[in-house]
């Protein structure tokens, strides 16, 4: 499987756009306003520079593209006002794969611009945008050239499906049926990209500059845990249904699997502290009730999870499974969601440049 050319979420507008079905995304983002308040204080307070760059890392489109931009700018300029002074110029790169929808936030710049105005009541510096498609699993930007840069619920999507997972029948994830050959080459694999991600953006940021990243992930040490594992299981519940009606052929099932690893905090505080380049500030792990986030809602439920996952499951089944697929799982969504709350668990980590 091809990641980089297959997975991206759905753009636009319409009912199953990302836009449009990721308000867990975007309350989990505002949840960590704190953190970023406290880090980029530090960071401008320190510093001064006359031009701050800002990158954010699997930006996607919808609202919450440019949510920490404005939120970002806003934490400078008031602190600018309150010492007088000059803002910087903000040259702010938007990366996600080539696959994103980058024509939807670049119409959204100017009413973001007016808002952001109107917001401020003052005049700010000039704001210079540019979409960076390509993997953040590489080099992306020239060497020391970042201020700050951010990632929100990215992180959990690896460069690849891993290798060796032939034997993890009916199942398109880890889950507690998965033989260990499976957990350990899912975990290998998120290590491997991780550490070549931290390691790209030692070269990129600036000494101090800082990186908060939210990782959707686990608060416990096994990988094939409900809190995880859940939610991929019961998709593919539903591929499995289709198989034992023969809509889909059992081998298309056994040879998917998700390209995702959720990971705990000391998995990535060991990759951090490995690489070196960083020191690791802050560690906060947090869950969402998503019964309550989704208002209750199997079908709410499944369009979040199509908004996502639709691209790549067209790329290996097609298109003409898709609506029978999503059904059913609206409706193993909405009958767990009567019985049992169903949690996500994510968690922030802020990290600062150490001296070059």
């Not at 960590?32 to 307070?45: A, F, G, H, Q």
């Not at 000391?266 to 490995?274: A, D, M, Q, R």
């Not at 193993?332 to 019985?339: F, G, N, P, Q, S």
Request: glycine share 6%; charged share 20%.
């Amino acid at each position: 499987m091809d990641v980089e050319q297959r997975v991206h979420m759905i753009g636009g507008h319409g009912e199953e756009s990302y836009a449009n079905n990721s308000l867990v995304q975007g309350n989990v983002i505002s949840s960590t306003k704190l953190i970023r308040e406290k880090v980029i204080t530090s960071l401008y307070s320190n510093t001064f520079p006359s031009s701050l760059t800002i990158a954010d890392m699997g930006c996607s489109s919808g609202p919450n593209t440019l949510s920490v931009v404005s939120e970002t700018i806003e934490i400078v300029e008031k602190i600018c006002k309150e010492r007088n002074h000059l803002s910087p110029k903000y040259i702010v790169y938007l990366n996600d794969l080539a696959g994103n929808d980058f024509n939807s936030v670049f119409k959204s710049l100017d009413n973001f611009k007016e808002k952001l105005s109107d917001e401020i009541k003052t005049e700010i510096g000039n704001c210079y945008f540019f979409g960076v498609p390509g993997s953040f699993y590489g080099r992306v930007f020239p060497d020391q050239n970042l201020h700050f840069v951010h990632s929100s619920f990215s992180l959990h999507w690896l460069s690849k499906v891993p290798e060796g997972l032939n034997n993890n029948k009916g199942a398109i994830y880890i889950q507690n049926t998965s033989p260990s050959n499976v957990i350990k080459a899912y975990y290998e694999q998120f290590q491997k990209d991780f550490s070549f991600f931290i390691k790209c953006r030692a070269e990129e940021i600036v000494e101090g500059g800082c990186m908060i990243l939210t990782f959707l992930g686990r608060r416990g040490d096994d990988p094939s845990s409900k809190e995880c594992c859940y939610i991929p299981e019961l998709l593919a519940t539903a591929l499995n249904d289709m198989v034992l009606e023969g809509i889909i052929e059992e081998d298309k099932v056994n040879n998917f699997n998700i390209p995702n690893y959720y990971p705990c905090p000391s998995e990535v505080k060991f990759v951090v502290l490995n690489e070196g380049s960083f020191n690791m500030n802050h560690l906060e792990v947090s869950e969402v009730d998503l019964n309550v986030s989704i208002n209750q809602s199997g079908y709410k439920f499944a369009q979040a999870m199509r908004a996502v996952f639709e691209p790549l499951l067209v790329s290996h089944f097609g298109e003409t499974i898709i609506e029978d697929a999503f059904n059913r799982y609206q409706e193993i969504l909405a009958d767990r969601m009567t019985k049992e709350i169903i949690k996500s668990t994510y968690f922030t980590i802020s990290l600062t440049r150490k001296s070059l």
